[in-house]
């Protein structure tokens, strides 16, 4: 890819605060490319670049219009173990489709996962990308060795 259409596109990353989010800011950082990052609290994610900050919830639709204003595609990730994340994040995705012109979406899925039927929301997620027509980039990271210090650890050391 050419650095002029690099400098032109301007990507909206959902869940900057996250462990994949952190890591796609930082990326997007190094290489100049223009961004805007979501977060739920803006307030809990003082220590983050504000100026790039949105607020936004995929269980609030009245976030979505800001969120993507200026925007040409999405890094989109599910929120892991939620319960329903396919019906959490499906009327972002229908927004986009029918609210914008955004035509370019990455999406962060996740290796193997769709063996086991208990956890297909990446399969049904990326389907439902496919189905409507965008343009899609699919990721399929294995297990996250930082998972052991970032939930394992702190969970266990965070128990009454
Ligand atoms: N971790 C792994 O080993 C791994 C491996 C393969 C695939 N994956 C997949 O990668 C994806 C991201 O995982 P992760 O480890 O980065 O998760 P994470 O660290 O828990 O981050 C999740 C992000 O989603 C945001 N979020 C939560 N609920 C939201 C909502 N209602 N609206 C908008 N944003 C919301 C969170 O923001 P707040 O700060 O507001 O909570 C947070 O920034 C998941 O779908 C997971 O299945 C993970």
Redesign the pocket.
């Known amino acids: 890819m050419s650095n002029e259409k690099i400098e032109n596109m301007k990507v909206l990353v ?8 952190t890591a796609v800011v930082q990326v997007l950082n190094k290489k100049n490319v223009p961004y805007r990052a ?4 803006i307030e ?2 003082k220590e983050l670049d504000e100026v790039r900050l949105v607020e ?4 609030n639709p009245e976030t979505y219009q800001k969120a993507v204003e200026g925007i040409d595609r999405v890094f989109l ?4 173990l ?1 319960p329903d ?1 396919v019906g ?1 994040v499906k009327p972002f995705i229908e927004f986009l489709k029918n609210e914008t012109k955004i035509n370019r979406i990455v999406y ?4 193997g ?1 769709g063996k086991n039927p208990a956890m297909d ?2 399969e049904r997620l990326s389907a439902y990308i496919k189905k409507n027509g965008f343009d899609y980039t699919i990721l399929l ?4 060795a ?2 052991f210090k ?1 939930f394992e650890y702190e969970t266990s050391h965070n128990v009454e």
């Open positions: 959902i869940g900057a605060t996250g462990n994949v989010g979501t977060v739920r609290n809990a994610a936004f919830d995929y269980s990730l599910a929120p892991p939620h994340a959490l962060c899925g996740g290796m996962l929301v990446h990271p294995a297990f996250f930082q998972n970032n």
